[in-house]
């Protein structure tokens, strides 16, 4: 089950990702960026994810070098994984 949840800041849109994060949810993400209005800064905070598949980490990776777009909490396993996909 995943659950998004968007608490507007000061500084930036906070979607708060809880739960499992895999190819047959990542839409519902993917929908929420979509959402927010170009230039807004956003902050992914998955210190509630319990589970990603490799599909959505490479996403993540992808999303870390999107403008305005920042990873926090973010699990040691997915940083690893991010870097080991610099290996890859």
Same mark, same amino acid.
């Given at each position: ?8 800041? #000061? ?7 809880s *739960?499992?994060?895999?190819? *047959?949810? !990542? #839409?519902?993400?993917?929908? #929420?960026? $979509?959402?927010?209005? !170009? *230039?807004?800064?956003?902050?992914? $905070?998955?210190?509630?994810? !319990?589970?990603?598949?490799r ?12 403008? *305005? !777009? ?19």
């Amino acid at each position: 089950m995943l659950k998004i949840r968007r608490t507007p800041d #000061s500084a930036a849109i906070i979607l708060t990702i809880s *739960g499992r994060l895999d190819a *047959g949810n !990542v #839409s519902e993400l993917c929908a #929420s960026l $979509d959402a927010i209005p !170009v *230039g807004t800064a956003v902050v992914l $905070d998955l210190a509630d994810l !319990v589970l990603a598949d490799r599909d959505v980490v490479r996403l993540l990776k992808a999303f870390e070098f999107r403008d *305005g !777009v920042a990873i926090r909490n973010c699990p040691a396993y997915i940083r690893i994984w991010m870097a080991a996909e610099d290996i890859l």
